[in-house]
């Protein structure tokens, strides 16, 4: 048993090399996708030491603002290219709209108090979107608008290894725009005015309040650039299946993510994403079959709890030393 689990999996590898690459390829995009997510609780946890337990539904709600809006305008016989941009607006700026009501209802009234509550509040915030959009949108599933969105379709399938491999052009389209998103977020948050204030919030609020940095006008910054994160997400998320309340379970696969590259790290969320992403696909299609099928769901937290026992602050968090 101990040998077919140990090296079994790998002579597949070596006997296919073409299905090799093409889960690599998939744990690829899946890892991209999961630093994204992940990339929006290190935004605001760097920010205001806030652990946002709302991330997960704000990639969900904010992707139904979008469908949903969309929809609406077809019923007035408003459709197409044109509908889905002005529909894609809406949805950033109700994104831009819950960072402000976030920062004066729950963060303003909450500041100094001890972080149990603040994560409390974010739990508070993920219920109360979860009844305020299936209020307004239902809880049925809804399809994105992927065409009108100029999301491509098919799939290229390359020769190699001796056999073929099939790159779906929307996974291809979400790994670059993913991609290009978490390096414009690096470097806007590395080399602007506005990022070196959030890095001077980051070290120290009251440093920050001394030399002239508004932290309400921070906090709002972030938590609207982790409201954009998670459309972007929930819109690639959503092409690849549906837009539904589901995608909230997705969205918290970047636990582990945060868990391996530390929660106040960029390269550590990217990293940490391609570690999951590619992680679980390798263990669910070959050692799946061989421990019973279904340990991509559960294979990430494994690898995390590892990580726990011996790195705690993850690979690039900074590591927390106490003097007594």
């Known amino acids: 048993m101990l040998y077919n689990i ?54 969900v709600f904010s992707a139904l603002t979008l469908v949903g809006s969309y929809e609406k305008f077809a019923a007035l016989g408003f459709s197409g290219p044109v509908a889905a941009f002005v529909a894609l607006i809406l949805a950033a700026a109700v994104m831009f709209v819950f960072a402000v009501l976030v920062e004066r209802v729950v963060l303003r009234p909450l500041v ?57 052009k929307l996974d291809i389209a979400a790994a ?33 309040l001394s030399v002239g940095i508004s932290l309400n006008q921070i906090w709002v910054i972030v938590w609207f650039a982790a409201g954009l994160v998670a459309l972007v997400t929930g819109i690639m998320w959503g092409a690849r299946s549906d837009v539904s309340f589901a995608l909230e379970v997705v969205a918290l696969k970047a636990l582990p993510v945060l868990v391996l590259g530390g929660f106040t790290s960029v390269p550590g969320a990217i990293v940490g994403g391609l570690i999951i992403g590619v992680g679980e696909k390798l263990g669910e299609f070959y050692w799946g079959p061989l421990l019973g099928g279904g340990i991509e769901s559960w294979l990430a937290y494994v690898i995390a709890l590892v990580f726990l026992l011996y790195r705690p602050q993850g690979l690039f968090g900074d590591k927390i030393i106490e003097r007594i």
């Open 6 to 59: 140990f090296i079994d999996p790998f002579m597949q590898m070596v006997q296919m090399p073409d299905l090799l690459v093409q889960t690599l390829w998939e744990g690829l995009v899946s890892g991209v996708l999961y630093a994204l997510i992940a990339l929006g609780f290190v935004l605001i946890f760097k920010a205001s030491g806030v652990f946002n337990f709302a991330q997960g539904i704000m990639v």
């Open 112 to 168: 100094n108090q001890p972080d149990i509550i603040l994560f409390m509040a974010t739990f508070g915030i993920t219920y109360l979107l979860i009844g305020f959009g299936e209020m307004v949108f239902g809880g049925d599933p809804k399809q994105m608008i992927a065409n009108e969105l100029f999301l491509p379709s098919g799939s290229i399938d390359v020769e190699m290894l001796g056999g073929r491999v099939s790159f779906q």
């Open 176 to 208: 670059v725009i993913a991609s290009v998103m978490i390096a414009g977020l690096a470097v806007f948050f590395q080399k602007t005015r506005i990022g070196r204030a959030l890095r001077a919030v980051a070290d120290s609020h009251k440093a920050a």
